[in-house]
């Protein structure tokens, strides 16, 4: 038994290709390398659902094919099982910019990773997800420090602090003019600078706009919605505001 493990773990060393197993014949499973033209639509099909299906944070982009497995399916078809690495993006997932357009966040600014385990049915020459089961973690701060000891690392979203720089945000935001009062969607994102004096916090949340005047929310703030559709007056988008926390 450890022989045949160490087999495996070495034929995935060299090469990540579909591994078969299972009551079916053999030669019914298809080979494919992580690079091959089926695998990437795969790929791109998988984290396309990701990010639809995705409702707090930012879009993720592919960063390699960690592994492919392509099953058989009864009474037809076949089975792709993915196994992804992906980067976060600087695009929350309200942002309807394309992912293509999106960049990757920067090592530096204490990004987040995710691994996803994909399934996917193929028929008739299309794909579509059956299952997608995902873990995200930021990089290591150890790491980050050691690169750039000036760099922001990422708070807790709790932070009292950070509750402060949204509120401060939002308020300035909602009277600076009169369009439609404001609403916050998510806090997203956020960062301390612990290097520098005084200590700061930086936040990135997302907003959207509702069928209230400023006016009319400080009176009957319960009764704003948020318009989506052909009633959105201003589209979602993330923010960054740096601001000063209190000593």
Same mark, same amino acid.
């Given at each position: 038994?450890?022989?045949?493990?160490? +087999?495996? @773990?070495?034929?995935?060393?060299?090469? &990540?290709?579909? %591994?078969?197993?299972? /009551?079916?014949?053999?030669?019914?499973? =298809?080979?494919?390398?992580c690079?091959?033209?089926e695998?990437e639509?795969?790929?791109?099909?998988?984290?396309?659902y990701?990010?639809?299906?995705?409702q707090?944070g930012?879009?993720?982009?592919?960063?390699?094919?960690?592994?492919?497995?392509?099953?058989?399916?009864?009474?037809?078809?076949?089975?792709?099982? +993915?196994? @992804?690495?992906?980067?976060?993006?600087? &695009?929350?997932? %309200?942002?309807?910019? /394309?992912l293509?357009?999106?960049?990757? =966040?920067?090592?530096?600014?204490?990004?987040?990773?995710?691994?996803?385990?994909?399934?996917?049915?193929?028929?008739?020459?299309?794909?579509?997800v059956?299952?997608?089961?995902?873990?995200?973690?930021?990089d290591?701060?150890?790491?980050?420090?050691?690169?750039?000891p000036?760099?922001?690392l990422?708070?807790p +979203?709790?932070?009292?602090?950070?509750?402060?720089?949204?509120?401060?945000a939002?308020?300035?935001?909602?009277?600076?003019?009169?369009?439609?009062?404001?609403?916050?969607?998510?806090?997203?994102?956020a960062?301390?600078?612990?290097?520098?004096?005084?200590?700061?916090?930086?936040?990135?949340?997302?907003?959207?706009a509702?069928?209230?005047?400023?006016?009319?929310?400080k009176?009957?703030?319960?009764?704003?919605?948020?318009?989506?559709g052909?009633?959105?007056?201003?589209?979602?988008?993330?923010?960054?505001i740096?601001?000063?926390?209190?000593?």
């Open positions: 038994m450890k022989a045949l493990i160490a +087999l495996a @773990l070495f034929s995935q060393l060299l090469s &990540c290709k579909a %591994v078969p197993h299972g /009551p079916f014949p053999p030669l019914v499973y =298809r080979v494919l390398d690079d091959d033209p695998t639509e795969a790929a791109a099909e998988a984290v396309n990701i990010n639809t299906h995705h707090k930012y879009k993720y982009a592919l960063n390699r094919i960690e592994k492919v497995r392509v099953l058989p399916r009864r009474p037809f078809g076949e089975i792709f099982v +993915l196994e @992804l690495d992906l980067l976060e993006t600087t &695009c929350h997932v %309200v942002n309807p910019l /394309p293509e357009n999106c960049t990757v =966040r920067a090592f530096t600014d204490h990004a987040v990773e995710g691994d996803c385990d994909v399934k996917l049915v193929k028929v008739d020459g299309i794909f579509s059956s299952s997608a089961r995902c873990h995200s973690s930021p290591s701060a150890e790491d980050i420090v050691r690169v750039c000036d760099c922001p990422l708070a +979203l709790n932070d009292t602090r950070v509750a402060h720089a949204v509120a401060l939002l308020a300035q935001f909602n009277s600076d003019g009169p369009g439609p009062y404001i609403k916050l969607l998510e806090i997203a994102r960062q301390r600078q612990v290097n520098h004096l005084p200590d700061s916090v930086s936040v990135e949340f997302a907003v959207a509702t069928n209230c005047s400023a006016q009319d929310a009176n009957h703030l319960e009764d704003c919605e948020t318009l989506t052909e009633q959105t007056v201003s589209v979602y988008w993330p923010l960054l740096p601001v000063k926390s209190k000593k």
